[in-house]
């Protein structure tokens, strides 16, 4: 069964470091999303990709965020310049039609 | 936004008992999504609701979309079940963003 993947699974970072989490979708997706989940919180949206462009952002997304669809099978979502709050577990998600689907998580730990 | 309000926030059951989910939201919806996240951090997919009935194994969820509510049934519950079960709902007004709620946390006792 198709399904979406993420590397790393856990990527520890200095602040102030630049750090890409990448993603995968399931191949014949068109619609792509961010969402993060600090510890102990509920997973809040970041961002969803169409078309190559962003279609909606949360206020969460801010300069420090950016995301790119670089080839024709890797998501990616970049974060310039690193702070402490940003640790959290991120998640890649998409969807063709209703239902979205998830991948296994990128845990970020910012020092 | 929509809002989505779930309950009980904790809930602790021996092995072998039933029980109840809800997720109340405050909007219509054109995609509600129940979700088990394991313990490792993952979120696995359960259901994909909207409206409706369905059944897979030992749960079901039903969403009763004019009502603005879905429960999650999980019977003859496992150890295996533990963890923080999430709804999370698209708004017909508010793109195709997931809204998650806040969670209901499961401990499933031997």
């Known amino acids: 069964e198709p399904e979406v993947t993420q590397t790393p699974s856990h990527q520890v970072t200095q602040m102030g470091q630049e750090v890409i989490l990448r993603c995968v979708p399931i191949?014949?997706?068109?619609?792509f999303y961010w969402y993060r989940q600090i510890l102990g919180q509920k997973v809040e949206f970041l961002v969803s990709?169409?078309?190559?462009?962003?279609?909606?952002k949360s206020e969460i997304f801010d300069d420090q965020f950016s995301v790119e669809r670089p080839d024709g099978s890797n998501f990616t979502l970049k974060i310039r310049s690193t702070k402490l709050e940003d640790s959290a577990m991120y998640f890649c998600?998409?969807?063709?039609?209703?239902?979205?689907?998830f991948g296994p998580g990128t845990r970020l730990t910012v020092l | 936004g929509i809002q989505v309000e779930q309950s009980p926030p904790d809930l602790i059951l021996q092995e072998g008992a039933n029980s109840t989910l809800r997720c109340n939201f405050s909007?219509?919806?054109?995609?509600l999504q129940w979700f088990h996240q394991n313990p490792w951090g993952q979120l696995i997919n359960l259901f994909y609701i909207p409206s409706g009935t369905k059944q897979n194994g030992r749960l079901s969820a039903t969403t009763v979309a004019t009502e603005r509510y879905s429960l999650l049934y999980i019977s003859s519950s496992q150890t295996t079940d533990s963890g923080v079960y999430f709804c999370?709902?698209?708004?017909?007004?508010?793109?195709?963003?997931?809204?998650f709620g806040e969670g209901t946390q499961l401990t499933v006792n031997p």
């Open positions: 998600a998409s969807r063709n039609e209703g239902e979205q689907f």
């Open positions: 990709f169409y078309n190559n462009e962003i279609s909606e």
């Open positions: 999370a709902v698209g708004g017909a007004t508010s793109g195709s963003r997931l809204t």
């Open positions: 909007d219509s919806v054109n995609n």
């Open positions: 191949s014949n997706h068109l619609y």
